[in-house]
């Protein structure tokens, strides 16, 4: 009776506080002339919780109910509000400033081990000489076998200027100990930038994060100085980010003050409009977006900017479709709300937010149809969907992501035992090429060589699926066989990687990548578009 009662009187003091808040702050009288009966609705929730409370079946975990109620009441107002509980806000904020404190590697747990997959480039890792293929076998002194993903980075991550002790095992030599200071560590936006051929630059951009502009920016002067006249920006499965970012990117293809984004929403603030002319950048360089279904968000604002303004062609598949600008308010018990104030749109006035009926499920279902992705892939679809001018009076629509001006379907047709060898969490192509990158160091200082001529050999292919039948992969080793080509391109690639980095590895993929490689043939017409800009 006396915890019934405390919870009672919790409760009813929430309802208490909830309707005085509703009756003397400056919204409060607007929910309540809503007709939706707010008051009432805060009631049942509150007998709900005494209910459950005294008469369920066992004593609840009100940690986990509450904030299934929580995500549940988010959930039914949009797909991209939601709430973020205490253990979430360290990542949620990571991936937004773009940084953490650690010591900087990206890792797979194979065969027990921590092993190193790279460590990143400046990171205190790298400075202490850890390697590709390194394995860490004990943290502290700590056996570290079979230790969980998740507990790997509770245990390397840290604040700046702490230390940690690994004990590493290398391929020929004995485990020895390093002392691997913690420092600040860069999550990096941009995954790959280099030149394609003599003129043409390729920049991948995988978040927008608080870094993604300086970044994107130092690639360009990067590639602008090796010889780039012209460029591919690659924005596919970009979930999108901060929005700030993705202006400041738009504004470096956009020459003088025109409309970039604006936000609709009810709230104080909400409203605004985004223009360029603050960045004196690349408007004088033909340009083609590469966006996919994955595309979305702050990706869907440079791509729908510089296709609404005629600054370039979008190519590639439709977009995802979330154009809901979300602002995040701390709680008191350290958890967090993101909610959606705003809706944007593009300079012509689209909306990017694609339709939502409260299903999740149908939503992102819906994201994963074969016909989603063009207009001409559905009968009559362009009678259904809203219409669009850009500046120069090209047909655009509406109604949710955006639709490039130019369809490439991604091609990849690999059997179902290939798919599950890639997918075996073995890292089987990392581990083979981990073995047998000593023979092929003689490329380090011939980058050229090996990017025309250097390929895969039968008989190191075989050593490939040999090392598959040793790690146990149960696959139809004949079927593997018939995708040998395309495998064989994966461990040049790996190769690459581990040989120079990440630009090189994306450099062999990209030229077997039919979106990229289609893509370069619409850069001559993107750039006629920049010779009848004031037409």
């Known amino acids: 009776m006396k915890r019934r009662f405390r919870l009672i009187t919790v409760s009813g003091a929430i309802v208490l506080l909830v309707i005085l808040l509703l009756i003397l702050l400056p919204f409060g009288k607007k929910i309540a002339a809503s007709g939706n009966d707010l008051f009432l609705k805060i009631k049942v929730l509150n007998d709900i919780i005494g209910i459950v409370n005294d008469y369920y079946v066992e004593v609840p975990e009100w940690d986990k109910v509450m904030e299934g109620a929580y995500s549940g009441l988010l959930e039914n107002l949009d797909p991209h509000s939601f709430y973020i509980n205490k253990k979430q806000i360290s990542g949620i904020n990571e991936e937004f400033t773009g940084k953490f404190e650690g010591i900087g590697i ?41 230790i969980k993903r998740e507990d ?22 004995d485990d020895f ?9 860069p999550l990096y936006s941009v995954s790959a930038a280099f030149l394609i051929d003599d003129s043409t630059g390729y920049i991948f951009v995988n978040r927008f994060s608080g870094t993604t502009a300086e970044e994107v920016s130092a690639a360009l002067k990067r590639l602008s100085d090796e ?10 499965s970009n979930s999108g980010g901060l929005m700030d970012q993705a202006i400041d990117i738009a504004d470096m293809f956009i020459d003088g003050r025109q409309k970039i984004v604006y936000t609709k929403g009810r709230i104080r603030g909400s409203n605004e409009e985004f223009y360029s002319g603050k960045i004196d950048g690349y408007g004088d360089i033909p340009l083609v977006i590469l966006i ?8 869907e604002i440079v791509a729908g900017a510089v296709q609404d303004l005629d600054r370039g062609l979008i190519v590639g598949e439709t977009s995802f479709g979330k154009g809901l600008v979300q602002r995040q308010y701390p709680l008191r018990d350290g958890s967090a709300l993101r909610l959606t104030v705003a809706r944007y749109y593009t300079p012509s006035g689209r909306l990017i937010q694609r339709p939502y009926n409260g299903k999740l499920d149908e939503y992102y279902d819906g994201f994963a149809e074969e016909n989603r992705d063009s207009l001409l892939a559905v009968k009559d679809s362009t009678k259904i969907r809203p219409q669009y001018q850009t500046a120069r009076g090209r047909v655009v629509y509406g109604g949710g992501g955006i639709t490039p001006d130019h369809y490439i379907k991604f091609k990849r047709d690999l059997s179902r035992e290939t798919y599950k060898l890639l997918r075996h969490p073995s890292q089987i192509l990392f581990n083979f090429t981990n073995r047998i990158v000593e023979n092929y160091k003689k490329y380090k200082s011939k980058k050229e060589k090996f990017f025309s001529k250097f390929e895969i050999s039968d008989r190191d292919f075989e050593a490939f699926l040999e090392l ?21 391109m994966l461990l040049k690639a790996e190769l690459a990687r581990e040989l120079w980095g990440k630009d090189e590895y994306y450099k062999v993929l990209r030229k077997y990548d039919n979106q990229v490689t289609e893509a370069i043939q619409y850069l001559d017409e993107a750039a006629a578009m920049l010779t009848n800009i004031g037409d």
């Open 468 to 488: 598959a039948e040793e790690q146990k992969i149960n696959i139809d080793l004949e079927k593997v066989r018939q995708d040998s080509d395309y495998l064989k």
């Open 152 to 173: 790997v980075s509770k245990k390397l991550r840290g604040p700046k200027g702490t230390a940690v002790t690994v004990t590493i095992r290398r391929q020929g030599m």
């Open 292 to 299: 996919s279904r994955g595309s979305a968000s702050a990706s």
């Open 227 to 236: 010889g780039m006249r012209r460029l591919i920006l690659d924005l596919r």
């Open 177 to 185: 100990d390093v002392t691997i200071i913690r420092d600040e560590i």
């Open 106 to 146: 990206e890792f797979d747990v194979l065969d027990g081990y921590i092993t190193v997959i790279a460590p990143v480039a400046g990171a205190p890792a790298e400075k202490v000489g850890i390697e590709v293929g390194d394995k860490i076998v004990k943290i502290e002194g700590e056996s570290a076998y079979k």
